[in-house]
Every structure is written in C-alpha cells, then in structure tokens.
C-alpha cells in the first residue's frame, strides 16, 4: 500500500527559529493533511490542503501540497515552547472513491529548547 | 462540542481477557475508524466503518473485532487480550464531502485509551 515518509524522526531547535518538514511518498495523493499531537492526546488537525500547489496558512504554520502531488512541506516560523509534539502528515491517495482512507506517516517529535 | 469521546481513558488487562473499547461522536459523521499507535510506527489503521451496520478491515486487524450498531458509536473489542496489543488505540471520524473525487474529509480524533496487556 501507500506509504508516507517523514524524516528524521526526531528534530531539536531553538526556541524562535523556524523549522520545515516535509512528507513524500511515491504515488500520488489528493490530499495532504498535518496534525499535531501533544503528549498524552490525540492528534489535532493543523491545516488540511486539496488542490495541487496550494499554499496555507495557519497563524505560524505554513504548510504546501507539492505541485507532483506526491509531497507536502509545513513551515512553523519564530518557534515557541508549545510547539513541541509530535506532527504527523496524512495524505488520501489520489481518487480511490468514498471509501478510500489516510494514509499517516510516522510522525516528527519535534524538541523546542527555550 | 464533546467531538470524539473514547471511554476509557486507561485499561490494564491480563493476557487473555477481554475487553470494549467505546468511541462515540457527537458531529453526525458517516466513517469512523480505530488506530493504534505504536512507538515509531505511527498510526496504524485497525477497522473501519463507512457508515452505520458496515465494518472493514485496515492495515492491523488481527486479534480484534468492531461493530458499528448505531452512527455516532463505533466500539472495538479484544477477545482474547495478548502482550502486543499494548498500545494506544485512537479513534476517528470523518464525514463525507460533497466532492466525489475527495470521498471524505479529515478525520477528527479522540484523546485515545492506553491499554496494557501484562
């Protein structure tokens, strides 16, 4: 099946430095979605993109669906000790009809130091 | 807004025992799914449900079953409990878009149940 990779697994940064990641896989999706997941709760969703190319924003959060539909990047710009957690892509490959599910990747801990 | 609601929160069970875990949502949503999360292995998908008294197996479905009885509850059971199903179990739902090509959208999620299987 599909699969979403996302790396390193782990990334540490200093409190108001940005930070990109990105997810790819290797077939297309129509879909790209990232969440965030702090400790001890269930993931939240942060942006959620549909057509190729498009750019959004979320206060400091960016996030791109890749114009070969087969990657996303999310930007966090002038960190801030809350972002840390865990961020997972998600992505639904391209029309699989209404039953088609997500597809997550492996997650990112993110480590902010003050 | 309740949203996602998972009961409980927190499980130890002795291997072979059996247990529900309950997921019900409160937005009218048509799919509904249950994942676990593993250290370093994401999420992965167990069953789902596309709508109410339909059920589907996902990536990991061994050693559990789902019902989905009623549209906002969606329930997961281990018969017979073992050690690798210590883990954390999430549910989602999702509703379905207007566009056919999109099928459904994001999926919302519940704070999860920690199981352990000692």
């Known amino acids: 099946g599909q699969q979403l990779n996302q790396s390193p697994q782990s990334m540490f940064i200093q409190e108001g430095e940005d930070v990109s990641m990105n997810c790819t896989s290797s077939s297309i999706f129509n879909t790209w979605l990232w969440y965030k997941q702090d400790p001890g709760e269930g993931p939240v969703l942060l942006i959620a993109l549909y057509k190729a190319g498009e750019l959004t924003s979320n206060g400091r959060l960016t996030a791109q669906f890749g114009i070969t539909r087969k990657d996303s990047f999310l930007n966090i710009s002038a960190s801030i000790p809350s972002d840390v957690g865990i961020y997972f892509c998600?992505?639904?490959?391209?029309?699989?009809?209404?039953?088609?599910?997500?597809?997550f990747g492996k997650g990112i801990t993110l480590s902010v130091r003050p | 807004n309740a949203g996602v609601t998972q009961t409980p929160k927190f499980r130890v069970l002795k291997t072979g025992q059996s247990m529900t875990l309950l997921c019900a949502q409160d937005m009218n949503h048509e799919y509904m799914y249950w994942y676990r999360q593993d250290p370093g292995m994401g999420l992965r998908l167990i069953h789902y449900?596309?709508?109410?008294?339909?059920?589907a197996k996902g990536e990991v479905p061994d050693g559990y079953n789902v019902s989905r009885l009623k549209k906002q509850n969606f329930l997961l059971g281990l018969e017979s409990a073992a050690p690798s199903q210590t883990s954390v179990y999430f549910c989602?739902?999702?509703?379905?878009?207007?566009?056919?090509?999109?099928?459904?959208?994001?999926?919302?999620f519940g704070q999860g149940t920690r199981l352990t299987v000692v």
């Open positions: 989602a739902s999702s509703y379905r878009t207007s566009e056919l090509w999109q099928g459904n959208t994001e999926a919302f």
């Open positions: 998600a992505g639904r490959p391209f029309y699989t009809g209404a039953n088609s599910k997500l597809t």
């Open positions: 449900s596309v709508g109410e008294g339909t059920t």
